[in-house]
Nanobody, 126 residues
């Protein structure tokens, strides 16, 4: 059974930083591409960043390029999202999502994943 759990959200002032962590279990013999998807009230669901199984290929939303960095260490069940220079509009619930794949690709959509985490709240204040 595959489970995905996010952590690291919280309250931070504008200009500050947070690091989100996604840990998956049940991936011993399965590879997957992983994405961070956020949902804010009154806004469409948005793919923030995605990364391939080998951790070399990645994609970012235009709104976070240059500020956010997604990484996957050698232990491939873990993915980080380093968020710097946070803005008020970054406030949202951030979800980690995984999609099974045998190829080292990056999924560039906000939907179509096989597993979702419970979400972690990120609130940016002035």
């Amino acid at each position: 059974q595959v489970q995905v759990v996010e952590s690291g959200g919280g309250l931070v002032q504008a200009g500050g930083s947070l690091r989100l962590t996604c840990v998956a279990s049940g991936y011993s013999y399965v590879s997957a591409t992983t994405g961070w998807v956020r949902q804010a009230p009154g806004k469409e669901r948005e793919l923030v960043a995605g990364i391939g199984w080998e951790g070399q290929q990645s994609t970012y939303a235009d709104t976070v390029k240059g500020r956010f960095t997604i990484t996957r260490p050698d232990l491939k069940n873990t993915v980080h999202l380093q968020m710097n220079s946070l803005k008020l509009e970054d406030t949202a619930v951030y979800y980690c999502a995984a999609r099974y794949t045998r190829d080292d690709i990056v999924w560039t959509r906000e939907d179509g994943y096989d597993y979702w985490g419970q979400g972690t709240q990120v609130t940016v204040s002035s």
